[in-house]
């Protein structure tokens, strides 16, 4: 459980509204399960067995009100009653909870509906609301609730980057790899260009490889054209040649698995090659964190001919 969360049961602190960011609605509704299991527990423990546990799963539980969206969206008639109900203390004399899994459907005559009771929920009144996107809660809402950010499993990144951003299956796992499997950096990644960027690297790679010195300017270019996004470059650069080495020593690859002709042909390279290239980026990537005025055509020139120097 999250460590807010955890914190909270353990103190008996719980605040008046706690807000789930990021997460998918079933994420959601889980973390809240999870929490507000062990507040009507009986025993505190979340045991699934005692009364309270029970009525809680089944949803029957006196003190819980838990708002669906009904078709889309969760409207004003939704949430009318929420205000007058928690007004009254709990019928089993510990917590209530309003639980809102969806809450980025309601409307904003809805989020004005609740704002008053959230500003000021009623003593052992918990309001749990989840949300995949902070954009349509209401500011007044959110600055009232104690913001969780969540992080997905892999799988629920590789299944979100397909869904929510359109990448198709096989380079949503590779893009879900190269973010060692955390969403939100996955986004980012995708944001600034991260399948171009990657497929430059390995050109540029390629290039030095093959035309040797030859190749510089062009290998130049292909760099400069992502210099906003140089830190991405080196990412990737890194992770593709970490991958054939890997290749090359197991058969295997951890990332870039569309890419296996280019790794496999790569890996005819030696190990030293390799390794050095790997040192050189590394370097390269230090010294860009710790020189703030560095002339970077100049930098990138200079890595280009240490790395050509470990090829000849
Ligand atoms: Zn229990």
Redesign the pocket.
Known sequence: MNEILENALKTGKIAGAYLIAGSSPEAAQEQIDEFL?RV????G??????P???KYLRRSHADLFMIEPTKNTISIGDVRDIPAAIAKKPYEGGFQAVVIARADAMTPQAQNALLKAVEEPPDHTVFMLGVQNTKNILPTILSRCIILKTSFSPAETERLLHEEHGVPTLRARVLTAAAKGDYHLAAAYLSKGFFEIRDDMILALNRLFTARNMATSATLELFLKHEGALDLCFVTAQQYIADVLLYKHTGRVSVYEDKLREIEQHAQMRDFVLVNIQRILLEYTAKRAQCAGLNVKLALESMLFHILEVIL
């Open positions: 299991l009507f527990c009986h025993t423990t979340g045991c699934r067995t005692c309270g546990c029970v």
